[in-house]
């Protein structure tokens, strides 16, 4: 399920995968770093634009270039 709240998070983690800076599994220290977020609650959001990656796509949250 896609959390509103997390939006931004989103659009974040794709413009980090396009960017090829690390790989996805990798992501959640960026995350930290950039948001400001608890390891656990970033790895939540990792998890959650993984699970919905093609929903995300779908709906135009994120555009998959």
């Given at each position: 399920?896609?959390?509103?709240?997390?939006?931004?998070?989103?659009?974040?983690?794709?413009e980090l995968r396009q960017s090829g800076?690390?790989?996805?599994?990798?992501?959640?220290p960026y995350l930290r770093?950039?948001?400001?977020?608890?390891?656990?609650?970033?790895?939540?959001?990792?998890?959650?634009?993984?699970?919905?990656?093609?929903?995300?796509?779908?709906?135009?949250?994120?555009?998959?270039?």
């Amino acid at each position: 399920m896609i959390n509103e709240e997390w939006i931004e998070y989103y659009v974040y983690l794709e413009e980090l995968r396009q960017s090829g800076e690390t790989n996805m599994f990798g992501a959640t220290p960026y995350l930290r770093e950039e948001f400001g977020l608890g390891r656990r609650e970033a790895i939540k959001v990792l998890g959650s634009w993984m699970d919905n990656y093609e929903e995300l796509i779908e709906k135009k949250i994120i555009r998959r270039d």
